[in-house]
């Protein structure tokens, strides 16, 4: 055993994932394989038993993969210090997940270190929130694996979804109404293309941020929605196909290919409408200023764990060369009856 701890730490971890790191495993095959490290415990090289979770043995994969051994070696914890001098971070860490407690580790702490300045680890937050009895509880089953898919290049395949939110006050109505968000994400980059909320969940919504969308970030190849009403009808199968669009409709019950979609979803929930419901909200326009600040400054500045990059490469304000013109839009939705 080497004498640097550190370098045993390093080699032990690559033991650990040699198998996993083959590039002749197929994603379904690997995905299978760390879970099935995830499942049992392992000899450390201080001699203890430990388990490894399945975001640790995929994290280290990925630095082997970028650094070498060299990104095996441990790092240095963040916020080494930083609790000891400041017990106060770990009381208002366990009052952030009381008040809401959909709040992830990760999500309260970066409430803390926007607030504070200080970096507190997500592990710290999650051990000191299991010891109050305030963590939040596993998911009853494993979700069912299934292979990845991923287009090769931005605009390639956007896809679309209608996300549910909460009541906001209708202007025209005595009351509220459930707002609903209209959104596209681009397979390939991640990044949020365009989303707005509405109060109606029908076609003139969806062809609004579809050409939105379109006219800010370019023409797609691909366009993959599910079988709702606002997706499934003859306004936009003609839409697509005159602008060369290839729309594309999920199976039901089908979830292959619509977790990027569903993880921008629960990202939405939990870093978006968990604080904009916190803070009230008191009209559509107002949701969709915030939404989009967020979507801007926040969502799609994120660098993806996978890519290492942010969500569109060249930086937000870089489009697709292939853009349509006014006047390449059908004439039956730039009238009157869609208001363009």
């Given amino acids: 055993m080497p004498e640097d701890p ?9 033991g650990l994932i040699a198998e996993a790191v083959n590039p002749r495993l197929t994603p379904a095959e690997r995905g299978w394989l760390v879970r099935e490290l995830a499942s049992r415990a392992h ?12 975001g640790s043995i995929d994290r280290w994969i990925r630095a ?10 441990p790092v240095p914890r963040s916020d080494t210090g930083q609790v000891r001098r400041h017990p106060e971070l770990l009381a208002e860490a366990a009052a952030l997940r ?33 010891r109050r009895g305030l963590d939040r509880a596993a ?11 991923e287009a ?16 906001v006050p ?9 707002a609903k968000l209209f959104l596209l994400v681009d397979d390939h980059s991640r990044l949020l293309v365009h989303g707005r909320w509405t109060a109606t969940e029908n076609t003139r919504a969806g062809q609004d941020v579809l050409r939105a969308a379109i006219a800010r970030r370019g023409l797609p190849e691909q366009l993959y929605v599910d079988n709702g009403a606002p997706y499934a009808n003859q306004a936009l199968a003609r839409c697509c196909a005159v602008l060369g669009i290839r729309l594309v409709h999920s199976k039901p019950h089908s979830p292959q290919g619509r977790g990027k979609q569903e993880r921008l979803n629960r990202l939405i929930r939990e870093r ?23 979507t801007e400054q926040v969502c799609n500045t994120r660098v993806h764990a996978e890519t290492g990059q942010t969500r569109w490469p060249g930086g937000l304000s870089a489009g697709h060369p292939k853009r349509p013109t006014r006047c390449s839009w059908p004439r039956r939705f730039a009238g009157r009856r869609y208001g363009w």
């Fill in 6 to 14: 550190a370098e045993a730490v390093a080699l032990f971890r690559y």
């Fill in 43 to 54: 000899l450390h090289p201080d001699g203890s038993m430990r388990t490894y979770a399945r």
């Fill in 64 to 73: 082997y993969r970028a650094h070498g051994l060299g990104g095996l070696h």
């Fill in 98 to 130: 009381a008040e809401q407690p959909a709040r992830s580790a990760a999500h309260v702490a970066d409430i803390l270190r926007a607030r504070y300045g200080i970096q507190v680890s997500e592990r710290t937050i999650r051990e000191h929130l299991h």
């Fill in 139 to 149: 998911l009853a089953a494993a979700p069912r694996s299934f292979g990845r898919y």
């Fill in 152 to 167: 090769e290049r931005p605009n390639e395949r956007w896809i679309g979804d209608v996300l549910t939110g909460p009541f």
């Fill in 170 to 178: 209708h202007p025209r109505i005595a009351g509220s109404k459930r």
């Fill in 272 to 294: 978006f409408l968990l604080e904009a419901e916190q803070a009230g909200i008191d009209s559509l326009d107002e949701l969709n200023d915030r939404f989009a600040a967020w």
